[in-house]
């Protein structure tokens, strides 16, 4: 079974900056089933990105995906003081395997 | 505007059984695949199940095959999923979810605000 693993595990940025988040996968999966959620306290995951990248309907253009094979990455340009939440990869298809998240706070 | 209203959950014994429903409305049901997939608070994402569109398709994670079914009722436009055998590790807040296809092979598209499911004697 695929293993997704998230990196860094805690990210402390400041507003304004940008932000990589890391995914890495244990073997190849195919760039179409690869997905980003974000996570706020208190709230249900929410669907960013697909496909690696491709943003889901009503995501700004600040959140973009990029990456194949097994090394996938979140970026968020200009964090504002509502993208600090946890975030997850997974890779779905036949199998759906998470993350174990990246929670990125303020700093 | 998609909106899945899970209910069901609550405190049970070890080895019971609980039946949970979702209540889904603002697409048309019986175009997309929907799962469950739970959290321990606190914690990661678990995807637990999954049937398409017109139930031909269903899928279970490794952790709860043989114990949960998932079901539909497309004319109700509601999800449930029965879990038998209990476990205190089946402890978590589960979610409702739809999926962006038919199939059961897209990626989760939109959640519900889960139901808490809390296995304890």
């Known amino acids: 079974e695929i293993v997704l693993t998230q990196s860094p595990g805690t990210l402390s940025l400041s507003p304004g900056e940008r932000a990589t988040l890391s995914c890495r996968a244990s073997?190849?999966?195919?760039?179409?089933?690869l997905a980003w959620y974000q996570q706020k306290p208190g709230q249900a995951p929410r669907l960013l990105i697909f496909?690696?990248?491709s943003r889901a309907t009503g995501i700004p253009d600040k959140f973009s995906g990029s990456g194949s094979g097994t090394d996938f990455t979140l970026t968020i340009s200009r964090l504002e003081p509502e993208d600090f939440a946890v975030y997850y990869c997974?890779?779905?298809?036949?199998?759906?395997?998470f993350g174990q998240g990246t929670k990125l706070e303020i700093k | 505007e998609v909106q899945l209203v899970e209910s069901g959950g609550g405190l049970v014994e070890p080895g019971r059984s609980l039946r949970l429903s979702c209540a889904a409305s603002?697409?048309?049901?019986?175009?997309?695949?929907m799962h469950w997939v739970r959290q321990v608070p606190g914690k990661g994402l678990e995807w637990v199940a999954g049937?398409?569109?017109?139930?031909?398709?269903?899928g279970f994670a490794d952790s709860v095959k043989g114990r949960f079914t998932i079901s539909r009722d497309n004319a109700r436009n509601s999800l449930y999923l029965h879990m038998t055998s209990l476990k205190v590790e089946d402890t978590a807040l589960y979610y409702c979810?739809?999926?962006?296809?038919?199939?059961?092979?897209?990626?989760?598209?939109?959640w519900g605000q889960g139901t808490l499911v809390t296995v304890s004697s």
């Open positions: 049937i398409s569109w017109n139930s031909g398709t269903r």
């Open positions: 997974q890779q779905y298809g036949n199998s759906k395997i």
């Open positions: 496909g690696a990248s």
């Open positions: 603002g697409f048309t049901f019986d175009d997309y695949a």
């Open positions: 073997e190849s999966v195919t760039s179409s089933t």
């Open positions: 979810v739809k999926d962006r296809f038919l199939a059961t092979t897209g990626c989760s598209e939109s």
